[in-house]
T-cell receptor, first 115, second 109 residues
Framework: SAVISQKPSRDICQRGTSLTIQCQVDSQVTMMFWYRQQPGQSLTLIATANQGSEATYESGFVIDKFPISRPNLTFSTLTVSNMSPEDSSIYLCSGEWGGGDNEQFFGPGTRLTVL | RKEVEQDPGPFNVPEGATVAFNCTYSNSASQSFFWYRQDCRKEPKLLMSVYSSGNEDGRFTAQLNRASQYISLLIRDSKLSDSATYLC??????????FGDGTTLTVKP
């Protein structure tokens, strides 16, 4: 396994603003993902962060709302744009090393509250 | 129908009990299977991968039934510290996992 960190760990934001969440892995990973988890619910995959190219978004998520960057194999950012209270959630990044069982390891999450 | 479905729970069991969770998946091309544990207000952590031959790690046993498309997790001699939400995950495409909604376990003294 490896250590995955996220910044910020939590934030309270005003409606209409944007927040960028950073995800740093302490070793190179093949795949990186961004998830959203509402309290008491399971993980919803937002997108796969592709190194050096546009992210691959899941149904219901679009680049204009959730732009993602992945400039290298250890770092990615997720921006939550033009936030509304419905965006209040926990946002988690994960990494997968590939070449084996495809298990994922998660960052500690960013708890976002939009007022 | 969801791609991955779990027992809805919650499961409330006394210490020392044996408890089993099941998880069914719809995509027969699924290749990798996992159980994760998630504590309250924490991120999911990999508990164990699930292999075709079944695998055991201490008090935890995971099994895969490809014919019936389900995986299971058995916890023996439950401890208070086992209280958590258990998520199954199925990997159907290269690298992308689909998670179940989770089953909450509470072990009581």
């Amino acid at each position: 396994s490896a250590v995955i960190s996220q910044k910020p760990s939590r934030d309270i934001c005003q409606r209409g603003t944007s927040l960028t969440i950073q995800c740093q892995v302490d070793s190179q990973v093949t795949m990186m993902f961004w998830y959203r988890q509402q309290p008491g619910q399971s993980l919803t995959l937002i997108a796969t962060a592709n190194q050096g190219s546009e992210a691959t978004y899941e149904s219901g998520f679009v680049i204009d709302k959730f732009p993602i960057s992945r400039p290298n194999l250890t770092f990615s950012t997720l921006t939550v744009s033009n936030m509304s209270p419905e965006d209040s959630s926990i946002y988690l990044c994960s990494g997968e090393w590939g070449g084996g069982d495809n298990e994922q390891f998660f960052g500690p999450g960013t708890r976002l509250t939009v007022l | 129908r969801k791609e991955v479905e779990q027992d809805p729970g919650p499961f409330n069991v006394p210490e020392g009990a044996t408890v089993a969770f099941n998880c069914t998946y719809s995509n027969s091309a699924s290749q990798s299977f996992f159980w994760y544990r998630q504590d309250c207000r924490k991120e999911p952590k990999l508990l164990m991968s699930v292999y075709s031959s079944g695998n055991e790690d201490g008090r935890f046993t995971a099994q895969l039934n490809r014919a019936s498309q389900y995986i299971s997790l058995l916890i023996r001699d439950s401890k208070l510290s086992d209280s958590a939400t258990y998520l199954c995950a199925v990997n159907t495409n290269a690298g992308k996992s689909t998670f179940g909604d989770g089953t909450t376990l509470t072990v009581k003294p």
